[in-house]
């Protein structure tokens, strides 16, 4: 059940424009994206729902495909901040609430 | 304006020694949820409370662990006998909505190391 991220790492220099890829064998209802720094919390980016709609930070950018159970995030013109671990958490149709996240995709961003 | 808070931040318990962790969720938030991070892998779902009630504790890794919410806010997460394998870092996170649609917010979490 635990969604598929893609790639596991990245490395980028900064400007350089990076995507990260999460798919589900099962159809979702909600697709969120969360960025976790070292020895800190997970940080909330974006939901995105079933339908169309997005809730979260104007300067990030996502995609669900609801017919491929896959959700695609988008960064682009990378800065120094942007390094850490990304994880999608993903909520299932069927009228569960829990969040499944998968095991991230370290992004490092270098000068 | 404070976040979701967690103690300890840290502990260190001998095998077989219970542990109590302590989370507060932000004021008002109705869903709350515990999960368990092990180095370098994703957060791992353990249980799920709406307000005061556990809805789902279907990731309870087993009968050692419990977790609890009795008045809706604060929670504690109890691991009985702790066994090497529980050392992770646990983390609590809680939403004001439906945590389908509305963002999760999370604690810092407790490390916990099992000697």
């Known amino acids: 059940q635990q969604p598929v991220q893609s790639p596991q790492a990245v490395i980028l220099r900064e400007g350089e424009d990076a995507v990260i890829n999460c798919s589900s064998s099962?159809?979702?209802?909600?697709v969120h994206w969360y960025r976790q720094k070292h020895g800190e919390a997970p940080v909330f980016l974006m939901i995105?729902?079933?339908?169309?709609e997005q809730k979260g930070h104007e300067k990030i950018s996502a995609s669900f495909n609801e017919k491929k159970q896959q959700s695609s995030l988008y960064l682009t013109a990378s800065q120094l901040s942007y390094s850490g671990t990304y994880f999608c958490?993903?909520?299932?149709?069927?009228?569960?609430?829990?969040?499944?996240f998968g095991a991230g995709t370290r992004l490092a961003v270098h000068p | 304006g404070a976040g979701v808070s967690q103690s300890p931040r840290y502990k260190v318990a001998k095998r077989g020694q219970d542990v109590a962790l302590r989370c507060d969720p932000i004021?008002?938030?109705?869903?709350l949820f515990w999960y368990q991070q092990a180095l370098g892998q994703g957060p791992e779902f353990l249980t799920y409370?709406?307000?005061?009630?556990?809805?789902?504790k279907s990731g309870l890794p087993s009968d050692r662990f419990f977790a609890e919410r009795p008045e809706g806010s604060v929670s504690t997460l109890k691991i009985q006998r702790t066994q090497q394998e529980d050392s992770a870092v646990y983390l609590c996170?809680?939403?004001?909505?439906?945590?389908?649609?509305?963002?999760?917010?999370f604690g810092n979490g407790t490390r916990l190391t099992v000697t």
């Open positions: 995105l729902l079933k339908g169309g």
């Open positions: 099962k159809a979702l209802y909600s």
């Open positions: 996170a809680s939403s004001l909505e439906n945590p389908r649609n509305s963002p999760l917010h």
């Open positions: 409370f709406q307000n005061e009630a556990q809805l789902d």
């Open positions: 004021s008002g938030h109705v869903s």
């Open positions: 958490g993903t909520a299932f149709s069927g009228g569960y609430n829990k969040l499944i």
